[in-house]
């Protein structure tokens, strides 16, 4: 396809001023300078995006968008429940942000305008802002809860002196697995194991059947030990976080030692160190052997196959029994409880804004679309998928790598140095599969850990990225315009919550960081780099069936093109901007690796 030149977002966003009129049709809620995107994949083409209320079949013919204004085409696209709460309530959509998954944050788009005035967004003068501030001086827990955010007081980061980060080569016992396919069995094994406590760091925890294992499993005198973060409630869940730890301190009392992160969006923390999450999946057993995962203790990420739920994520996990290791990862784990401990908050203020955070992520999930039928549950277990797989007294070489520490005696991240260095080494293979990939910022770490990946691409490397439908969408479009792009080697894969990546079939990285600016530099985050080929081809098959038979391009190439950074999509005529009906989800199904 030829290139298009001479369009920029400021001259499409002068197109947009100079046909308001045109734009300004019921249901239309925003318009801006974007890329189109046909069926989850983006033909190359820059558009005027369009953002509806609600797509429907029924539109009159006067109410219908124009298919394209000059050689522009207008991508019309259904409102996300953020989009369609931001218009009626912007102060509560706001609140879903600062208290909101990290997943969920909207990409901010220059020159976004809304409808029907045709102002920026951000503009003072757009019935957003004031409404924003209308809203805010009428909703008291609202400005409250926002007000708390802003003024919560930061404390530094300090990890325990004795904890040494460098690679260690031991023989021991991993075992590696998948969900949706084998996580939740192989987990719940790991856990009737426990002879005496577990020590656990963890994001979510909001799965009933992970809970009834932990009150099962922690009998007699054995004890927990956790810090548990408090997001914005998963759809899956079967009870919110707190009431997991309601029900956990009421069934083994004094042996259930637990302490809320220090988040900055966390209304049981009084001061925060982290400002986006409390992101790290770990629980060490015994203080010798540890679970590692992408995956948090909920129901998508650990779905119970004899009760599948409707949304089943693509997920990593390894158990590594391996003493020194474990000791390891306790020792950060204890500290980030002791410190906690000292900044809990208490009293009326944290209920009062808990209820203010809960009652806006209420008015968000009631702007969403009625969730399509799933199919039929069918019963099944991990003989019909991935089957988990243990590597006993294999030698290998391990790295943990942790967010937000330092290299000893310097600045530079721990997590960010090690995982450049893997990725500008690989010299045949590169596999990556994401939740999402934020879009660069254009400069600073966040842009050189991206800018390795497309020196790989450059290089001649099988670069193969996966990120999920729901989540990754959004930022490839704007990664199309801003910073590096990687689109050419982008496949979107429906419901993956993953943090992992394979190099050259004899690496692999298991973690829960996101690749986001927060994800490698300043969230609690924690992963192991893993050499070992038996291993890395272990999680490749896996990659590998996902990429041929759940995902689909993202930027559909011409033949040969492939694989390029500098890519070009064909051109595909884009039908008029029509509304059309909702288009059901594809739900990621259970498959055996290839």
């Given at each position: 396809?030829?290139?298009?030149?001479?369009?920029?977002?400021?001259?499409?966003?002068?197109?947009?001023?100079?046909?308001?009129?045109?734009?300004r049709?019921?249901?239309?809620?925003?318009?801006?300078?974007?890329?189109?995107?046909?069926?989850?994949?983006?033909?190359?083409?820059?558009?005027?995006?369009?953002?509806?209320?609600?797509?429907?079949?029924?539109?009159?013919?006067?109410?219908?968008?124009?298919?394209?204004?000059?050689?522009?085409?207008v991508?019309?696209?259904?409102?996300?429940?953020?989009?369609?709460?931001?218009?009626?309530?912007?102060?509560?959509?706001?609140?879903?942000?600062?208290?909101?998954?990290?997943?969920?944050?909207?990409?901010?788009?220059p020159f976004?305008?809304?409808?029907?005035?045709?102002?920026?967004?951000?503009?003072?003068?757009?019935?957003?802002?004031?409404?924003?501030?209308?809203?805010?001086?009428?909703?008291?827990?609202?400005?409250?809860?926002?007000?708390?955010?802003?003024?919560?007081?930061?404390?530094?980061?300090?990890?325990?002196?004795?904890?040494v980060?460098?690679?260690?080569?031991v023989?021991?016992?991993?075992?590696?697995?998948v969900?949706?396919?084998?996580?939740?069995?192989?987990?719940?094994?790991?856990?009737?194991?426990?002879?005496?406590?577990?020590?656990?760091?963890m994001?979510?925890?909001?799965?009933?059947?992970?809970?009834?294992a932990?009150?099962?499993?922690l009998?007699?005198?054995?004890?927990?030990?956790?810090?548990?973060?408090?997001?914005?409630?998963?759809?899956?869940?079967?009870?919110?976080?707190?009431?997991?730890?309601?029900?956990?301190?009421?069934?083994?009392?004094?042996?259930?030692?637990?302490?809320?992160?220090?988040?900055?969006?966390?209304?049981?923390?009084?001061?925060?160190?982290?400002?986006?999450?409390?992101?790290?999946?770990?629980i060490?057993?015994?203080?010798?052997?540890?679970?590692?995962?992408?995956?948090?203790?909920?129901?998508?990420?650990?779905?119970?196959?004899?009760?599948?739920?409707q949304?089943?994520d693509?997920?990593?996990?390894?158990?590594?029994?391996?003493?020194?290791?474990?000791?390891?990862?306790?020792?950060?784990?204890?500290?980030?409880?002791?410190?906690?401990?000292?900044?809990?908050?208490?009293?009326?203020?944290?209920?009062?804004?808990?209820?203010?955070?809960?009652?806006?992520?209420?008015?968000?999930?009631?702007?969403?679309?009625?969730?399509?039928?799933?199919?039929?549950?069918?019963?099944?277990?991990?003989?019909?998928?991935?089957?988990?797989?243990?590597?006993?007294?294999?030698?290998?070489?391990?790295?943990?790598?942790?967010?937000?520490?330092?290299?000893?005696?310097?600045?530079?991240?721990?997590?960010?140095?090690?995982?450049?260095?893997?990725?500008?080494?690989?010299?045949?293979?590169?596999?990556?599969?994401?939740?999402?990939?934020?879009?660069?910022?254009?400069?600073?770490?966040y842009?050189?850990?991206?800018?390795?990946?497309?020196?790989?691409?450059?290089?001649?490397?099988?670069?193969?990225?996966?990120?999920?439908?729901?989540?990754?969408?959004?930022?490839?479009?704007?990664?199309?315009?801003?910073?590096v792009?990687?689109?050419?080697?982008?496949?979107?894969?429906?419901?993956?919550?993953?943090?992992?990546?394979?190099?050259?079939?004899?690496?692999?990285?298991?973690?829960?960081?996101?690749?986001?600016?927060?994800?490698?530099?300043?969230?609690?985050?924690?992963?192991?780099?893993?050499?070992?080929?038996?291993?890395?081809?272990?999680?490749?098959?896996?990659?590998?069936?996902?990429?041929?038979?759940?995902?689909?391009?993202?930027?559909?190439?011409?033949?040969?093109?492939?694989?390029?950074?500098?890519?070009?999509?064909?051109?595909?005529?884009?039908?008029?901007?029509?509304?059309?009906?909702?288009?059901?989800?594809?739900?990621?199904?259970?498959?055996?690796?290839?």
């Amino acid at each position: 396809m030829a290139k298009r030149t001479g369009l920029t977002a400021k001259s499409i966003d002068q197109t947009i001023r100079a046909n308001l009129t045109r734009l300004r049709k019921p249901g239309v809620l925003t318009v801006r300078p974007g890329y189109e995107i046909t069926k989850h994949q983006l033909t190359g083409k820059q558009a005027i995006v369009a953002t509806v209320h609600t797509k429907r079949g029924d539109v009159p013919k006067s109410d219908l968008l124009p298919g394209k204004i000059g050689s522009i085409p207008v991508d019309v696209r259904e409102a996300t429940p953020h989009q369609r709460l931001r218009a009626q309530d912007p102060a509560a959509a706001e609140l879903t942000q600062t208290y909101g998954r990290p997943e969920t944050r909207e990409p901010n788009w220059p020159f976004e305008r809304e409808m029907p005035s045709g102002q920026l967004l951000d503009s003072p003068q757009s019935n957003t802002q004031k409404l924003l501030a209308f809203r805010k001086a009428n909703q008291p827990g609202t400005a409250r809860a926002a007000a708390s955010h802003a003024a919560k007081n930061q404390i530094n980061y300090t990890p325990p002196a004795d904890v040494v980060l460098d690679p260690v080569t031991v023989t021991t016992t991993i075992t590696a697995h998948v969900s949706p396919d084998a996580g939740l069995v192989t987990l719940q094994n790991f856990l009737q194991a426990t002879q005496q406590s577990l020590v656990i760091g963890m994001y979510d925890f909001t799965s009933g059947t992970i809970l009834r294992a932990f009150e099962t499993d922690l009998s007699g005198q054995k004890t927990l030990q956790m810090v548990l973060d408090n997001p914005a409630p998963n759809p899956t869940r079967d009870q919110t976080d707190t009431q997991t730890v309601d029900e956990l301190q009421q069934s083994l009392g004094a042996r259930a030692q637990i302490a809320r992160a220090l988040v900055r969006s966390d209304p049981f923390a009084s001061d925060w160190i982290f400002p986006y999450a409390y992101h790290i999946k770990v629980i060490v057993r015994d203080g010798s052997a540890f679970w590692l995962s992408s995956g948090n203790l909920n129901n998508s990420n650990q779905p119970d196959l004899s009760h599948p739920p409707q949304t089943e994520d693509r997920d990593w996990h390894v158990i590594i029994e391996e003493a020194g290791l474990a000791k390891t990862f306790a020792a950060l784990l204890n500290n980030d409880f002791n410190v906690a401990l000292q900044h809990q908050a208490t009293g009326p203020n944290g209920v009062a804004l808990a209820r203010a955070v809960a009652d806006a992520h209420a008015k968000l999930a009631a702007q969403a679309n009625p969730a399509p039928p799933p199919p039929p549950a069918t019963a099944r277990n991990a003989s019909s998928g991935v089957a988990a797989q243990v590597f006993d007294s294999v030698s290998v070489t391990i790295t943990p790598i942790m967010t937000p520490d330092k290299l000893p005696g310097s600045n530079q991240g721990q997590y960010l140095t090690n995982i450049v260095k893997l990725i500008s080494g690989a010299q045949q293979k590169l596999y990556i599969q994401l939740q999402y990939i934020e879009s660069s910022s254009g400069s600073g770490a966040y842009n050189d850990l991206l800018r390795a990946i497309a020196d790989r691409v450059s290089a001649g490397v099988d670069v193969k990225l996966i990120e999920s439908l729901q989540y990754g969408e959004k930022w490839a479009e704007k990664m199309k315009a801003a910073g590096v792009d990687l689109t050419a080697n982008i496949n979107l894969q429906p419901d993956v919550h993953n943090k992992g990546f394979v190099v050259d079939s004899s690496v692999v990285v298991v973690s829960s960081q996101n690749f986001s600016p927060a994800g490698i530099e300043q969230n609690r985050d924690a992963g192991v780099i893993i050499e070992s080929t038996e291993i890395a081809q272990y999680f490749e098959a896996v990659f590998l069936s996902d990429w041929t038979s759940r995902s689909q391009p993202f930027a559909p190439a011409a033949a040969g093109s492939r694989g390029s950074s500098k890519a070009t999509a064909p051109t595909r005529r884009k039908q008029p901007a029509k509304a059309a009906k909702r288009p059901t989800k594809p739900r990621a199904r259970s498959r055996a690796a290839a």
